[in-house]
């Protein structure tokens, strides 16, 4: 299939040929939403932590004697129903990162990109020479492809070698700039514009179908 490239000013200067399988295919609901979690879950800090009664302070002595007293029987004070004792079945330090399928995460990115190509909302911009690093420049440009001005919050697909315009882009909150070598699948989803520069999309098609 072909795609429109569009130069800095919007207008459409030619087009380029892309792949079916990548950008052509129909969504794959399930990959996607199992990319998304095991995304999630590798940014997963896993710090949270509580004391068992093997850890709290407090005396380790029975409280009152086994018989006699007419109360329930007590071994410590610090057993978890009493007020300052332990917790039972608390939250400790855990890796709740895993592994995802290769298959499975190279269908998501097939299955964003398609369901962005569907929609309108891919668009190819030709590469930008961005020498001076400027946020201001940067903006203008993705100002003029922006689907819902409202909600600007897109994502910009470049190659390892823009810097300058990843630099740009660092002071915008609502832009995500990304190498086409470390995508993901949770900021291409929820932006409503993706865009992509034609050298980028270039080594993406080449990525994608190995």
Not at 126 to 142: A, F, H, M, Q, Y
Not at 164 to 190: E, F, I, P, Q, T
Not at 201 to 209: D, Q, V
Request: aromatic content about 10%; hydrophobic content about 35%; glycine content about 6%.
């Amino acid at each position: 299939m072909k795609l429109k490239v569009f130069d800095i000013k919007g207008k459409e200067k030619k087009e380029i040929e892309v792949s079916d399988e990548i950008f052509g295919i129909q969504p794959n609901r399930f990959c996607i939403y199992e990319a998304i979690k095991n995304e999630l879950a590798n940014k997963r800090q896993g710090t949270s932590s509580t004391k068992t009664k093997a850890e709290v302070s407090g005396s380790g002595a029975k409280p009152w004697r086994q018989k006699g007293t007419g109360r329930a029987s007590f071994g410590t004070k610090r057993n978890p129903v009493w007020v300052h004792g332990g917790i039972a079945f608390g939250p400790k330090p855990r890796d709740y990162s895993y592994t995802l399928p290769k298959k499975v995460k190279t269908l998501a990115y097939k299955s964003v990109f398609s369901g962005k190509t569907s929609t309108n909302n891919l668009v190819v911009v030709e590469n930008i020479d961005l020498s001076t690093g400027k946020t201001k420049d940067l903006v203008s440009i993705v100002s003029l492809f922006l689907k819902d001005k409202e909600n600007k919050k897109s994502s910009f697909i470049v190659t390892d070698k823009d810097f300058m315009l990843k630099r740009a882009g660092r002071n915008l909150s609502w832009l995500k700039c990304m190498s086409y070598m470390r995508l993901n699948v949770h900021d291409l989803y929820y932006s409503p514009t993706v865009l992509i520069t034609e050298d980028a999309i270039t080594e993406l098609n080449k990525l994608l179908l190995k």
